[in-house]
């Protein structure tokens, strides 16, 4: 069991069991300021105040302690045991990570780390328009593009001829970082001499201007997999920028763009059409031709059918991305009503209407005539 007198780290931070990322870091960051031990030097009730902060800040700011906490209270991170799996957790650590993350070295107690002379390449995206079929079939395309590469004159050293050529910053002291002393606040600033790198190169590369980089114009093979969607990505590994001073490269995301089809609609894996027919091939049934993915076919249209009635072609759709399976084609049968007639079809279409009188033949009308019946009596 914990301590008696070991405090809720909600009632710490004065936020309640709700409370946002956000939030926790407004309440946190005024608190350490209150009793921050620069601002309160040899009393050992803001020390340990000060304290008893940053032990609760890091369990409620990281999402997997906090809930272990929530779950269990104290008891998740006593002893090897604990139900969390934290068991022996030292918040006596870590301290200054956490104060510097939010503070940015206000306090000075940060441990004055360079900033890394290696950095990875930045990602890159090149948005790539496909027609439909490219993209329900798969396809190959170049795409050209301009990105950041390696300096070949000095292999990415920044110095003349690739050889080291850096030495270190005389401002900062290889830190990047020059301290100022402000009452009993201590504030960082980059150092302006080195930019932050903490090392100065004396004799630059004349190629890429010291900047170990160079931008470069590229041509790219990119494979189109069957069934890419529209705003589907690929993602190329080491085909981004190259990293800073050796570091990796970055990635190239390709995302797709999908032109619309005249006939073909995607819902999901299916591919959707719309098929005219005149009412009596709907009537007597008839066999047409389609469009499918993979060229023409028949298809039989049963007698009676009606306007909005879907048939359907199977395993005529799209192949699923992740390689579950294909989908089908669904064809929306549409009955056309003719805009003019000539005499002769006026005529016959009378005769029809006169011997068409039979209920079972017009189960709509008849259910709508029936209803209005009720409704109006």
């Known amino acids: 069991m914990p301590p008696a007198h070991k405090r809720d780290y909600y009632e710490i931070l004065g936020v309640n069991r709700g409370a946002g990322e956000d939030e926790l870091k407004k309440a946190y960051r005024r608190l350490a300021i209150q009793f921050h031990p620069d601002r309160n ?17 890091q369990v409620l700011s990281d999402p997997e302690r906090r809930a272990e906490y929530d779950r269990f209270g104290h008891a ?46 930045d990602d890159l995206r090149y948005d790539l328009e496909v027609e439909f079929e490219e993209a329900a079939r798969g396809i190959e395309k170049v795409v050209k593009f301009q990105r950041l590469t390696q300096c070949e004159a000095c292999n990415g050293t920044r110095a003349r001829g690739g050889s080291s050529g850096a030495s270190q910053c005389p401002n900062c002291r290889g ?3 020059v301290r100022t002393q402000q009452g009993f606040f ?57 990293g800073y001073g050796g570091g990796p490269q970055g990635d190239l995301y390709v995302v797709i763009h999908v032109k619309e089809h005249p006939m073909f609609v995607r819902q999901d894996n299916d591919v959707i059409i719309e098929a005219p027919i005149s009412f009596p091939q709907a009537a007597v049934g008839t066999e047409i031709e389609v469009p499918t993915l993979e060229g023409k076919v028949k298809l039989k249209i049963p007698p009676a ?8 072609l199977k395993g005529k759709g799209i192949v699923d991305l992740h390689g579950y399976g294909r989908g089908d084609q669904l064809i929306k049968i549409i009955v056309e009503t003719p805009r003019s007639l000539t005499p002769r079809q006026r005529e016959l279409l009378e005769e029809f209407a006169k011997l068409d009188g039979k209920a079972v033949n017009h189960p709509l009308s008849k259910g709508f005539v029936d209803k209005l019946k009720e409704m109006f009596g």
Do not use: W
């Open 41 to 57: 030097p040899g009393n050992k009730e803001a020390e340990e105040r000060f304290k008893e902060l940053n032990e609760a800040y």
């Open 175 to 177: 830190s990047g970082q």
């Open 76 to 121: 998740a991170f006593q002893g090897p045991q604990g139900p969390g799996g934290f068991g022996g957790f030292d918040f006596s650590q870590g301290f200054e990570e956490v104060f510097s993350d939010i503070f940015g070295d206000f306090f000075g107690t940060g441990r004055g780390r360079s900033r890394s002379r290696t950095r990875r390449g």
């Open 305 to 312: 059918t009606q306007s909005g009635k879907i048939l359907r």
């Open 186 to 242: 201590s504030i960082s600033t980059t150092c302006g001499q080195c930019r932050g790198e903490g090392m100065i190169i004396s004799d630059p590369c004349p190629k890429c201007q010291g900047q170990g980089r160079i931008r470069k114009h590229e041509s790219l093979a990119v494979k189109i997999p069957p069934g890419v969607d529209n705003g589907s990505r690929l993602k190329l590994r080491g085909e981004g920028e190259a």
